[in-house]
């Protein structure tokens, strides 16, 4: 028995433009993508509002050279720069979600919620949005240390003196957090797309115009940059090819209909789409997190009059810093793990072959139940090889980039490069849904 292997159309762009010119031809969708634009607006005005207290040339001259603080700022927009009230972005909200995540299929009351239909996601939810307030404290507490370390800021901590400025910029933060999560949820339910997808998208976007003069200014010369050019093409077209294919496993569906006093079998068939990259960029953002961790901490505890602490940390920042071989080790390996956890914890959850039972559908050759899983498990297995190592190779191609081109610029922009190709490519379909449902399906092949 065979299944089918579909992969990516290559005119995604001409699809793209298609798609939003015809969108702007209808009121209600041009209204949506109008409200999306706007709110993407307003983040990027939240992103410059600063916290109390912030010394603009100090925070500035802390960011030359130190490779953590860059590739916290990219992430957050160029907020982190001027310290603003969004300096965390949303990952204390994606980190909360990813934990939830993994906390259902473990936890039975979480998954009995799971299990209720919308009340019991929408339950789930807000236990998500709790459980990011005091990540986003903890994040916030975090930064500031790190910053504090880098002599950005000063008064951080909690002694009689600097426990106030030191809640009042933790508050902040914390609050400019949940603002822009609120912000994604009103995309979500009035605009067009994933409203958080689209905040981190928007704040990557922003941030990509600082590395040029980094690039500029290197020893690359115009053959350099015209190669560089070239390869972030083909990887684009890399990641658009391994985040739209998908493996086809063939279903049939057995119906009895009685018509005329007589018993009639009508049988359908259609296939269940498995995608090669189930896990999407949860598993870079993730393994990208927990690597920062032990090198935020430690730049944290440098200051330490302890000794050996002082060794431990200044060991640990310099060997898990961006830009480093055993950083970028550490994070393929964590990237293939979390791609293959990940995709296994959602499928578990679906339960395919217990659905396909309870319709009546089976996969040709294999019989129902057990054995439908078992072999459903194998084929996701295969291919989410291929989907893992490809995450992997996206994660660590930044430090051959950077060997090659000799310049910080290029730390993560193949990460970037994902989450952005990513966002483009989900928000398009979400438009051409839209359209579809209004007999409008002329650009779709």
């Known amino acids: 028995m065979t299944t089918q292997t579909r ?36 983040f990027r005005f939240v992103a ?32 982190l720069r001027k310290l603003s009230v969004a300096a965390m972005g949303v990952y204390p909200y994606i980190t909360a979600t990813i934990v939830m995540q993994l906390l259902v299929p473990m936890v039975p009351s979480l998954q ?39 002599g950005a800021v000063s008064n951080i901590g909690f002694s009689s ?35 958080i997808s689209l905040i981190i998208f928007g704040g990557i976007v922003a941030g990509m115009p600082t590395l040029l003069p980094s690039i500029t200014s290197s020893n690359l010369g115009l053959a350099g940059i015209g190669i560089l050019f070239l390869l972030v093409i083909l990887l684009v077209g890399l990641i658009v090819f391994f985040y739209e294919a998908q493996r086809r496993v063939p279903v049939q569906y057995a ?52 000794a050996w602490i002082h060794d431990v940390a200044k060991f640990v920042a310099g060997t898990l810093s961006p830009g480093n071989a055993p950083y970028y080790g550490l994070v393929f390996f964590l990237v293939v793990g979390f791609a293959f956890f990940y995709t296994l914890v959602v499928f578990q959850q679906q339960n395919l072959a ?32 291929a989907g893992a190592l490809f995450l992997g190779f996206v994660a660590v191609v930044p430090y051959f980039a950077t060997r090659f081109a000799d310049t910080q610029a290029l730390t993560i922009s193949s990460t970037g490069l994902l989450i952005v190709v990513g966002v483009v490519l989900d928000t398009m379909k979400q438009l051409e849904a839209q359209l579809l449902m209004r007999n409008y399906a002329g650009f779709i092949r």
Do not use: C
């Open 354 to 385: 217990e659905n396909l039972q309870r319709q009546g559908g089976f996969v040709p050759g294999i019989r129902p139940g057990r054995p439908t899983q078992d072999y459903i498990m194998r084929v996701l297995v295969r291919i989410t090889w």
């Open 255 to 306: 119906r009895s209909l009685f018509r005329g006093g007589r018993m009639y079998r009508q049988s359908g068939q259609t296939h269940i789409p498995l995608r090669v990259n189930s896990a999407g960029m949860i598993p870079l953002i993730f393994a990208f997190a927990l690597v920062m961790f032990p090198a935020q901490m430690a730049q944290a505890f440098e200051s330490s009059t302890t």
């Open 112 to 150: 009995a919620l799971s299990k209720e239909g919308e009340q019991g996601r929408n339950k789930i939810t807000l236990y998500t949005y709790w459980l990011a307030v005091p990540l986003s404290v903890v994040q916030g507490y975090s930064q500031l240390l790190i910053l504090q370390q880098a």
């Open 7 to 42: 992969s990516a159309q290559p005119a995604v762009l001409p699809r793209l433009a298609q798609a939003l010119v015809q969108s702007f031809q209808q009121p209600d969708i041009r209204k949506r993508l109008m409200f999306t634009l706007f709110i993407l607006v307003v």
């Open 48 to 79: 410059h509002v600063p916290i109390p207290g912030v010394d603009a040339s100090a925070l500035s001259e802390a960011f030359k050279g130190n490779a953590v603080l860059s590739y916290m700022n990219l992430f957050s927009g160029g907020a």
């Open 161 to 195: 003196g600097d426990a106030l400025p030191t809640f009042s910029a933790v508050v902040s933060m914390t609050a400019g957090t949940m603002f822009l999560v609120w912000l994604g949820e009103l995309i979500t339910e009035n605009g067009i797309g994933n409203g």
